[in-house]
C-alpha cells in the first residue's frame, strides 16, 4: 500500500495514538493492575474490606511500598518492604529495627532476638500489624521474611477505597478526570482527520481509542453516581500502570504522561493544512 507524503504524518501518529490510548484496556485485562480485596485484611494499614489495588507490572523497589507475590502454594500475597538489600534488620523485645532505628512494634511476635543483613537481590518484607496469636504459634525467622526480587510479581501503586483517597489526593481526581477528557480529544481528533490517515489505521486507531473512552468514561460515570470517587484516581494510576510495561519507572510514566498530554493537544490542535497553504502560496 503507497502512503502519500502529506498523509505519512497523520498516520504515524495514529499508530502511537494506538499503542499509547488503545492498548491499555487489553494490559488492564491481561496482567490485573486493579485488584480487589475480598476481604478485610489487618495486616497493612492501606488494606480494608472492599478496598482496591492499583498494580504496576514494573517493580519499583523501595522499603516501605508494597509489593505483590506468590506463596508457594500460588496464591497472590501483599507485603511491604521494610528492609532493601545491606540493610540490617533486627528483632528484640517486640521491636522490629533496620540499620538500628525502630520499624515497628509487634508484641504479640514470638519471633527470636536476633539480626541478619538483607542479601543482595533480596528484600525483607513484613506487615504493619500481628492480628493474632497465630504468628506467635509458628513464629519462625527473621530469615523466613527475605523475599528475592525476582520473585517480585508487582507494585502497588495506589490504594482506594470508597471516598476518602479521592479526599485525600484531589489531584488524582483532576488527573482521571482529565485523562478522560483526552481520550475523548484523541478520539474526536481522529475523525477530523480521517481523510489524511491511510483507512486501515485510521479504523484500527478510532476503534481501539473509541473502545478505551467509551470504557473509562463508563468506569468513571458508574464509579460517581455510586459515591465511588476514588474510581477517577484509579482510572489515572491504571494508565500510569501501562506506560510502565515500557521500562518506565514510576515517577518517569507520570512525567511521560504529561508529555504526551502536551504532544496530543499539539498535534490535534495544529491546523497543518493551513500551514501548508500559505508556505505553498
Avoid at 54 to 70: H, P, Q, T, W, Y
Avoid at 152 to 157: C, R
Avoid at 170 to 181: N, Q
Amino acid at each position: 500500500m503507497r502512503v502519500n507524503r502529506s498523509s505519512l504524518g497523520p498516520t504515524l501518529l495514529s499508530l502511537l495514538a494506538v499503542v499509547v490510548f488503545g492498548l491499555p484496556i487489553i494490559y488492564t485485562v491481561m496482567y490485573h493492575p486493579i485488584s480487589r480485596m475480598a476481604s478485610a485484611n489487618p495486616l497493612y494499614k492501606e488494606l480494608s474490606k472492599n478496598a482496591f489495588m492499583v498494580m504496576s507490572a514494573k517493580v519499583d523497589l523501595a522499603a516501605g511500598r508494597l509489593i505483590s507475590f506468590d506463596d508457594a502454594a500460588g496464591k497472590m500475597q501483599i507485603s511491604r518492604i521494610v528492609g532493601m538489600p545491606g540493610d540490617e534488620v533486627g528483632f528484640a523485645a517486640g521491636i522490629l529495627s533496620v540499620n538500628g532505628k525502630p520499624a515497628g512494634k509487634y508484641p504479640l511476635s514470638a519471633l527470636p532476638n536476633s539480626t541478619l543483613i538483607v542479601p543482595q537481590q533480596a528484600v525483607f518484607f513484613f506487615p504493619d500489624f500481628i492480628p493474632d496469636t497465630a504468628e506467635s504459634a509458628n513464629p519462625g525467622t527473621l530469615a523466613n521474611h527475605l523475599l528475592a526480587q525476582s520473585n517480585i510479581n508487582a507494585s502497588v501503586l495506589y490504594v482506594f477505597d470508597q471516598a476518602t483517597s479521592a479526599a485525600q489526593h484531589p489531584e488524582l481526581f483532576v488527573y482521571g478526570s482529565a485523562l478522560i477528557v483526552l481520550y475523548g480529544l484523541v478520539f474526536f481528533g481522529l475523525g477530523k482527520r480521517k481523510e489524511r490517515i491511510v483507512k486501515p489505521v485510521y479504523y484500527l486507531a478510532r476503534i481501539s481509542v473509541g473502545l478505551n473512552f467509551a470504557i473509562w468514561l463508563l468506569l468513571g460515570v458508574i464509579g460517581l453516581s455510586l459515591g465511588y470517587n476514588a474510581v477517577m484516581p484509579a482510572i489515572y494510576y491504571a494508565f500510569v500502570s501501562w506506560l510502565t510495561f515500557f521500562g518506565l519507572s514510576v515517577a518517569a510514566a507520570g512525567t511521560t504522561l504529561v508529555a504526551i498530554v502536551i504532544f496530543a493537544v499539539l498535534a490535534l490542535f495544529s491546523d497543518t493544512e493551513f500551514t501548508a497553504k500559505r508556505l505553498n502560496s
